[in-house]
């Protein structure tokens, strides 16, 4: 580390990189171990949320639909707020 | 049945460490007084030979041994110093087709009659050359470093180790530097086993006599000498043996009389 990096990440300018890294890490392990790309998830969470709307009233504003991955384990966690509708 | 332990040495991406590991666990083990063999499954890029000093006393493979041209002892190599360690090269690097899991099985088999450790050193990536020397084992040690292509490579290896049903799985976290973990450029030892959830096994840190090693084609486990990587190998070793040692703490490494004395050896006064 150099003493520009110290400044910088005294200053809150830059994280450190090792956080980073495990984030970048556990987005793309979750993608490699279920072997499903962005596009696909994509795609899958547009199907969600039109099967779940035909039910209720989503906002979609707020919906997140995403890979989560703990101890090898993968699991597609959806988050979808219902509209309060009274 | 069979109580030879055999272990594939792996870790998807090249560079990490898996020979270097293979040569000072092998020399630990024997030096234990366990019979012991290391198998180099990575016959297109062999290099196992080299970092034993073993390069020029290779006149047959495995390859042979499965033809019948020459039997199993006229092609294992004994170590010089170490009389415990035997050195088998899967195949001669201008044959490259030659091998499958089935005679990677039969080398195996014969190696087992004779040897307590069977310690095979597996090429790079996950194709054939990894199939191969999967097929054989029994359990496995995945060598990785704290950094993130080294990780992704290392979980698609483990994912493939848990399909073939090669099983105890352990980690090695290689090259790990203290400093730079303590400033948190680094993945953290914790990061890296909670994000491949495997035992971990022992770590490494960086240390430049794994070069000076290579280069005299003597690993550091040969010497009872103190270097950092030398004490993580033996230990290494001592724990596949069932030994109960401690993991060393990166945040705790204090460097000892003997590293600054050896540091002031090395220093330039010309």
Redesign the interface.
């Known amino acids: 580390m150099t003493l520009q990096d110290l400044i910088d990440k005294l200053l809150g300018r830059q994280t450190a990189s090792a956080d980073t890294a495990r984030q970048r890490l556990q987005l793309v392990l979750a993608h490699d171990r279920s072997d499903l790309n962005p596009e696909l998830l994509e795609q899958m969470r547009r199907e969600i949320l039109e099967v779940v709307s035909r039910y209720v009233e989503i906002d979609l504003s707020e919906t997140d639909v995403s890979l989560e991955t703990e101890d090898r384990v993968t699991a597609l966690v959806a988050n979808l707020p219902i509209r309060r509708t009274l | 049945m069979s109580t030879t332990r055999t272990i594939l040495i792996c870790s998807g991406k090249g560079g990490v460490g898996k020979t270097t590991t293979t040569a000072n666990l092998g020399i630990a083990l024997a030096r234990s007084g366990a019979s012991t063999v290391v198998l180099d499954a990575d016959f297109g890029l062999r290099n196992l030979d080299l970092l034993l000093g073993l390069e020029n006393r290779i006149v047959y493979t495995a390859q042979e041994v499965l033809a019948e041209t020459c039997r199993l002892e006229q092609a294992l190599v004994k170590h010089k110093q170490e009389p415990n360690l035997s050195l088998l090269p899967a195949g001669n690097p201008r044959m490259l087709e030659w091998l499958t899991p089935k005679d990677m099985q039969a080398i195996v088999a014969l190696l087992e009659e004779r040897f307590d450790y069977v310690l095979i050193d597996c090429p790079a990536g996950i194709e054939d050359g990894f199939k191969n020397a999967a097929a054989a084992a029994r359990e496995a040690l995945v060598i990785t470093t704290p950094?993130?292509a080294a990780?992704?490579d290392a979980?698609?290896v483990?994912?493939l180790l848990n399909t073939q049903g090669v099983s105890p799985v352990q980690l090695v976290l290689n090259r790990v530097r203290p400093k730079?973990?303590s400033?948190?450029?680094?993945?953290?030892v914790d990061?890296v086993t909670d994000?491949?959830?495997l035992p971990l096994l022992g770590l490494v840190f960086e240390d430049e006599q794994v070069i000076v090693s290579t280069n005299r084609g003597e690993p550091l486990t040969l010497s009872d000498g103190g270097s950092p990587a030398a004490r993580a190998y033996g230990n290494i070793a001592g724990r596949l043996q069932g030994k109960d040692i401690p993991l060393m703490d990166p945040a705790k490494i204090r460097r000892g009389l003997r590293a600054k004395m050896r540091e002031l050896m090395q220093t330039k006064i010309f």
């Open positions: 950094e993130v990780v992704r979980d698609r483990i994912g730079m973990m400033s948190q450029e680094m993945l953290s990061d994000i491949l959830a």
